[in-house]
């Protein structure tokens, strides 16, 4: 018999000594990261136990209105499971999810499954669980995704836009400088599509601080000047690009292709076995940026998706 407590702050030893034990879950899913936007986002995750007491997956999540969602702030948040729990344990798991949340008075459960090139170990057994308590996938995004076991060489476009870099001077390396990519970043947000980032500056300034082997900064320069960058999120099996932009000289210089070709250079040297680029959707899922995922794919890129599913309460 599987069953569901609310997580307290009071758990949180319990909760980062299991995800860092666990199959399929990252960096992003500590507390530490969770927490550090917790005035934004009612918490509403949960230990899952078996009846010996001891716990078999979490599910990160926060509570909106009357739906759950895993979770509101995290690109992916679905359960994070044990090397040893099975497919029966996550079924009843499922179950038992859907029990608690339904006895908070909660009508839905939005389910943002962790996309597979993140497992350490296959970690599937939710998205059947899911299937027989009959939720219905309601976003798909996809996203290019380099396999550096087997990297696809790079078109002709590709190879001519890196040409135009390195002719123009154009250098690449690692950085902190924050604040001079956020600048980059916010002027790109803002001038195209009228927002801004996600995170603020100080809230990236303080995540790189606590995860400082999980997320880095690469630049891109002309003569001495930052024109680009990306920010790289870097779990065990991936590295992703959490965020990218450049400026006009940037742009006009192709210096994001010199920067990719780097940034995947080194992941592979450091063992990682995807690159990705992260999705080119809106819409959930519906628009696909043709233009966006076209630049990526012939840096050898090719389709993962990232699904969420909507489960009846």
């Known amino acids: 018999m599987i069953s569901a407590t609310l997580y307290t702050p009071d758990h949180s030893q319990l909760w980062d000594d299991f995800v860092r034990k666990s199959r399929n879950a990252t960096f992003m899913h500590l507390r530490g990261y969770m927490d550090y936007h917790h005035d934004r986002f009612n918490d509403g995750s949960l230990i899952l136990r078996d009846d010996k ?26 359960l994070l499971l044990g090397v040893k729990t099975d497919v029966m344990t996550v079924i009843e798991a499922m179950r038992a999810i859907r029990s608690f949340y339904r006895d908070l008075g909660l009508k839905k459960l939005i389910y943002k499954a962790i996309p597979t090139i993140y497992d ?15 939720a219905v996938t309601t976003t798909v995004n996809i996203s290019s995704t380099v396999d550096l076991s087997m990297p696809v060489e790079y078109n002709e476009n590709t190879r001519r836009n890196l040409r135009k870099a390195l002719n123009a001077g154009i ?17 790109l947000l803002d001038n195209r599509y009228d927002t801004r980032p996600v995170h603020t500056l100080a809230e990236l300034q303080h995540l790189s601080a606590r995860f400082p082997d999980n997320i880095r ?32 000289e940037g742009k ?41 995922i076209r630049q990526k794919n012939g840096l050898g890129g090719r389709g993962v998706i990232y699904p969420a599913y909507t489960l009846d309460l």
């Open 217 to 248: 900064l690469m630049m891109a320069y002309r003569n001495g000047i930052p024109v680009g960058g990306t920010l790289l999120y870097i779990t065990d099996t991936v590295t992703h690009t959490q965020y990218i932009a450049a400026n006009d």
């Open 252 to 292: 006009a210089c192709d210096a994001l292709t010199l920067l990719f070709d780097t940034a995947i250079d080194r992941a592979h040297q450091q063992g990682k076995r995807y690159f990705d680029f992260g999705t080119c959707n809106e819409d959930s899922g519906r628009y696909l940026n043709t233009g966006l």
């Open 53 to 78: 007491g001891r716990t078999i997956a979490l599910l990160p999540a926060n509570i909106s209105g009357d739906t759950a969602i895993s979770h509101g702030g995290l690109t992916y948040g679905g």
């Open 120 to 134: 350490r170990l296959p970690a599937q057994e939710d998205r059947y669980a899911l299937f027989l308590e009959g």
């Open 171 to 187: 250098e690449v390396r690692q950085s902190d400088d924050l604040t001079t990519f956020h600048t980059i970043l916010s002027e």
